[in-house]
T-cell receptor, first 110, second 114 residues
Framework: GENVEQHPSTLSVQEGDSAVIKCTYS??????FPWYKQELGKGPQLIIDIRSNVGEKKDQRIAVTLNKTAKHFSLHITETQPEDSAVYFCARGGGNKLTFGTGTQLKVEL | NAGVTQTPKFQVLKTGQSMTLQCAQD?????MSWYRQDPGMGLRLIHY???????DQGEVPNGYNVSRSTTEDFPLRLLSAAPSQTSVYFC?????????????FGEGSRLTVL
């Protein structure tokens, strides 16, 4: 169906290291794959997105890769900083709906 | 622009009570939606609307009603609150109606049902 699986659920990295979060989906009709960041007490905010006709997209320290054949996509954060600590959600879009993964709590330690 | 505004921010209800969570946006977005967020379960879609007068069910619609009489407003009604509806509720809107554009979220409404 439209479910999205997200791993890991928690991730701790040292400041300056890279972080990778992975998601898989099953609905072949999915054609939009955004990533959202949620800080404590706030609503989620879009940080990067990718469409199904693109394999990779980069915006400064963050990048997203999409493997449509394998139905998985990943968020890569390089040179992590303390302000990157938050909950990150992947999602898949299509058919008038955006379906979210279960979230990853990222902690960047000094 | 205020963006997406949700009220109230916090609410405590007793089982069986009814209430309405309000959501308003000033961005002239056609698409509006309601999600609930529970620990370990991410954001689950309750109801959505692709324009005034049009609503549809999401993943977890039972126990909730919505209506969309104007472009700006999309209230969520709990008909008879149950403890299982204790959650944080987010309203979101988008200029894209197909589910393939950026969602702008409100700050959330934390609901506790005793």
């Amino acid at each position: 169906g439209e479910n999205v699986e997200q791993h890991p659920s928690t991730l701790s990295v040292q400041e300056g290291d890279s972080a990778v979060i992975k998601c898989t989906y099953s609905d072949s009709a999915s054609n939009y794959f955004p990533w959202y960041k949620q800080e404590l007490g706030k609503g989620p905010q879009l940080i990067i997105d990718i469409r199904s006709n693109v394999g990779e997209k980069k915006d400064q320290r963050i990048a997203v890769t999409l493997n449509k054949t394998a139905k998985h996509f990943s968020l890569h954060i390089t040179e992590t900083q303390p302000e990157d600590s938050a909950v990150y959600f992947c999602a898949r879009g299509g058919g008038n709906k955006l379906t979210f993964g279960t979230g990853t709590q990222l902690k960047v330690e000094l | 622009n205020a963006g997406v505004t949700q009220t109230p921010k916090f609410q405590v209800l007793k089982t069986g009570q009814s209430m309405t969570l309000q959501c308003a946006q000033d961005m002239n977005h056609e698409y509006m939606s309601w999600y609930r967020q529970d620990p370990g379960m991410g954001l689950r879609l309750i109801h959505y609307s692709v324009g005034a007068g049009i609503t549809d069910q999401g993943e977890v619609p039972n126990g909730y009603n919505v209506s969309r009489s104007t472009t700006e407003d999309f209230p969520l009604r709990l008909l008879s609150a149950a403890p299982s509806q204790t959650s944080v509720y987010f309203c979101a809107s988008s200029y894209v109606t197909s589910g393939t554009g950026e969602l702008f979220f409100g700050e959330g409404s934390r609901l506790t049902v005793l």
